[in-house]
């Protein structure tokens, strides 16, 4: 389990719920473009809005957005995302929550050098912690918390030079900067590997979670598939990524990206968190695609049962074709509906008949019955 730190109100990490955030994609310096889309991000469930800071001045403009947004009665904390430019994080530190820093552009220069001797790397290493001492004694005295954010495709050219463009990298990346904040007595911090590619994603974080904890790190862990795309695409990388990963134990924070607007990207999450376990936040149902022994409409009764149950929140309800796989199949359900006969169907309370033979036309509504009399 991670360490728990705080993001405004917002606790991350140590037991919290798995967290859903998104990022704006406004112009900044629109005050109430950006401020409306952020209230429909939050009413579709996100908990933390990120919005882009290239500049000082998108910088600064955080804080308007921020008041506006307590004024609307919408507290929910901001991230500042911080590219190329120390000072609009220095700046945006002092007025949100918490800022994102990507390790491969935000310290490093650019030299075009292909290789550095040891001391050479050391000599960077020791300049970055330098230029990262105001920020992060800013975040100390804000009580502001940080992501290292390593993206693949944009590592350092010092990175680069000793381990390219792999997930090796990417860990080795962020493991530097976590170094860096330690030594400066600074831990309110969230880790992310991001890539486009699942395999380079999920690859990459294991491997920074393992060198995290050999080196005593338990650091909050940020997931997400970056750049996945839109629609089925989108939705298809993203689950495979993060669900891989949060079926190992790993991740307190998500972000489902997707060319779309942000909002849609609020429930993917959650149906990821609730397809792996990870936080239950709807009715479940474990239904068969069915076969020559199915004989009722199972398509029907799965639509009818899930439009009367889906504010059942937690309640996990098998319905199944038929009785010879059906009751062992959906095992760990509350409550199953298994067909037993032509139009003919039982009702089970776990794994115990409750009912046999019911007709289909009344099974639905004697299954809600069944449901509501437990829950009174």
């Known amino acids: 389990m991670s360490r728990q730190i705080h993001i405004g109100h917002l606790t991350l990490g140590g037991g919290a719920p798995v967290r859903v955030q998104s990022m704006t994609n406004t112009d900044t310096m629109d005050t109430r473009a950006t401020v409306e889309q952020a209230l429909r991000m939050v009413e579709a469930g996100c908990e933390l809005v990120r919005i882009t800071a290239p500049d000082v001045k998108a910088a600064e403009n955080l804080g308007r957005i921020k008041e506006e947004l307590l004024r609307r009665g919408c507290e929910v904390p901001l991230v500042a995302d911080i590219h190329f430019n120390p000072k609009a994080a220095e700046v945006a530190a002092t007025l949100v929550e918490k800022v994102r820093v990507n390790p491969g552009n935000y310290t490093d220069r650019n030299t075009g050098k292909l290789e550095f001797t040891d001391q050479e790397y050391s000599d960077e290493l020791k300049r970055i912690g ?213 139009g003919k169907i039982t009702l089970y309370k776990g794994k115990e008949v409750v009912k046999r033979d019911i007709d289909q036309k009344d099974a639905v509504d004697e299954l809600v019955k069944l449901i509501e009399s437990e829950r009174q």
């Open 130 to 342: 330098e230029r990262m001492a105001s920020l992060i004694d800013i975040c100390k005295r804000h009580h502001t918390a940080m992501r290292i954010g390593t993206n693949h495709g944009s590592l350092s050219e010092r990175i680069m030079s000793r381990y390219g463009n792999t997930p090796e990298g990417m860990a080795q990346s962020a493991i530097e900067f976590a170094r860096v904040c330690e030594e400066q007595d600074y831990h309110d911090l969230v880790f992310s590997m991001k890539a486009s590619n699942v395999k380079v994603m999920v690859d990459s974080t294991r491997l920074f979670v393992q060198k995290m904890h050999a080196l005593g790190m338990d650091y909050p862990i940020h997931l997400g598939v970056t750049e996945a795309g839109d629609g089925m695409q989108g939705r298809l990388k993203s689950a495979a990524g993060i669900g891989a990963l949060l079926l190992d134990g790993i991740g307190d924070t998500v972000r489902v990206s997707l060319t779309e607007d942000p909002e849609a990207e609020m429930p993917i999450a959650y149906d990821i968190l609730q397809a792996v376990g990870a936080r239950i936040t709807q009715t479940e149902y474990i239904a068969c695609p069915s076969c020559g022994r199915t004989q009722y409409d199972i398509q029907r009764a799965l639509k009818e049962i899930k439009a009367k149950t889906k504010h059942l929140v937690g309640v996990k309800i098998g319905i199944m074709g038929c009785i010879v796989n059906g009751p062992g199949e959906m095992a760990d359900a509350d409550y199953g509906y298994v067909g037993s006969g032509h």
